[in-house]
Every structure is written in C-alpha cells, then in structure tokens.
C-alpha cells in the first residue's frame, strides 16, 4: 500500500493567518497518463469528508480560492491564504493512483 | 445533484456480519464506481473497497476475506457486507461516488457499534 504521511498533525492558526499542511507519499503518485493522482478533504466537525483539492493543485467546485494546493511526485502542500473560522476541522490527503485508496493520518486544524 | 445516504443496523453483535445500504438519489447509479470507507470513532479514514455499476469490484486487502460490495441497478443502490465483525470493526461506515476527480459526493454516515 502506498503510505500517505502528513505533517504537522495539529496546528493552531490565528485568522487571517496562512496555514500550511505537508503530505509525502511513499511513491510517485504521478501517472503514465500525466496526471498526479492526490487529493485533498476537509472534514469539519460532525460532517462528512467534503473534496477541496483533485490532481494536486485543482479546487473542487465551490471551494474558496484562499485554498490552493502544490506538489509533485511525492511531496505536496495545501495551504490556506487566510485562515477563516469555518476553516476549522481534519484535513486529509489522499492518493488515487494505485489500490488500495489511502489517506494520510488528518491534520487538525484549530483556531487561536 | 446527487446524493447518497446510508441506512442498516446500529449494532450487530461479535462474529455476525454487518449490512448496510447505501441509497443514490438525484442521478443513475449506471456510471461511475461506488465506494466504501470508514472511520472508527476518533481516527483517520480507511477505504473499504468499491464496485463498479457493473458489478466488478475491488477491495482493500486489509478487509477482503470479510468483504461484499455489490450494486443493485434497479433500485439506485450499493450495499456493504462486513461478515465476522469484532470491537474493531466499529466505525462511521460512509459511501461515496468514485470518481476521476476524487471522492464525491459522500453520504452523511452512519454509525456502527460492535457490541453484545
């Protein structure tokens, strides 16, 4: 299985602040086809997992453009340009690229 | 827009299998792949395994022994079988649409306790 590491686990973001979350993966999750196959999920309290990123550095329809995502092979960031309150909640990476589907272990993120 | 929602038992006992639907409303289950994935009280998520709207599925080694995922095209549903089931195996159980663009939409979840 390919081995999704995030990085930090936590952090605690003032407003209006930047965030930054890490994901390495254990191989490259680059495709003959071109495409990188990671993802990126929010899932607030009480809720679902709601898709935010798609291939890396996609937003998903409806998702603030303060969330942007970067990478390639097997290092990749989210960042959120400025942090808001309904912000809060676990992040999770997630690759497609080979079976099973894995995702990284979540970031929480809390308000200051 | 299409929506997904879960429905089965709370509580199953230790070493029976556990059963869940998951209902498609507002587009055809005909298309894309339909996945399984869990959450155990607290932790990250673990996908389970999907099938395809013809029938041919694939599941997380992990689980495979214990695993049934089929689909029912007459009735817009994909249903989940976990047999043997142990303290272990409680978690948010969810059903999500497979597709390129990741996994979307998801049902709300539901939750299932293994206990006597």
């Known amino acids: 299985d390919i081995v999704m590491t995030q990085t930090p686990l936590s952090l605690s973001v003032t407003p209006g602040q930047p965030a930054s979350i890490s994901c390495k993966s254990s191989?490259?999750?680059?495709?003959?086809?071109?495409?990188?196959?990671l993802y990126w999920y929010l899932q607030k309290p009480g809720q679902p997992p709601q898709l935010l990123i798609y291939?890396?550095?996609n937003r998903f329809s409806g998702v603030s453009d303060r969330f942007s995502g970067s990478g390639s092979g097997t290092d990749f960031t989210l960042k959120i340009s400025r942090v808001e309150a309904e912000d809060v909640g676990v992040y999770y990476c997630?690759?497609?690229?080979?079976?099973?589907?894995?995702f990284g272990q979540g970031t929480r993120l809390e308000i200051k | 827009q299409v929506q997904l929602q879960e429905s089965g038992p709370g509580l199953v006992k230790p070493s029976e299998t556990l059963s869940l639907t998951c209902t498609v409303s507002?587009?055809?289950?005909?298309?894309?792949?339909w996945s399984w994935i869990r959450q155990p009280p607290g932790k990250g998520l673990e996908w389970i395994g999907y099938?395809?709207?013809?029938?041919?599925?694939h599941y997380n080694p992990s689980l495979k022994s214990r695993v049934t995922i089929s689909i029912d095209t007459s009735k817009n549903q994909f249903s989940l079988k976990l047999s043997s089931v142990t303290a272990a195996d409680t978690a948010v159980y969810y059903c999500?649409?497979?597709?390129?663009?990741?996994?979307?939409?998801w049902g709300q979840g539901t939750l299932v306790t293994v206990s006597s």
């Open positions: 099938s395809y709207y013809s029938g041919s599925t």
């Open positions: 291939e890396v550095s």
């Open positions: 999500a649409r497979t597709v390129q663009l990741g996994l979307d939409p």
């Open positions: 997630m690759q497609s690229i080979r079976l099973p589907l894995t």
């Open positions: 507002g587009g055809s289950i005909s298309s894309y792949y």
């Open positions: 191989q490259s999750l680059l495709h003959s086809d071109g495409k990188t196959y």
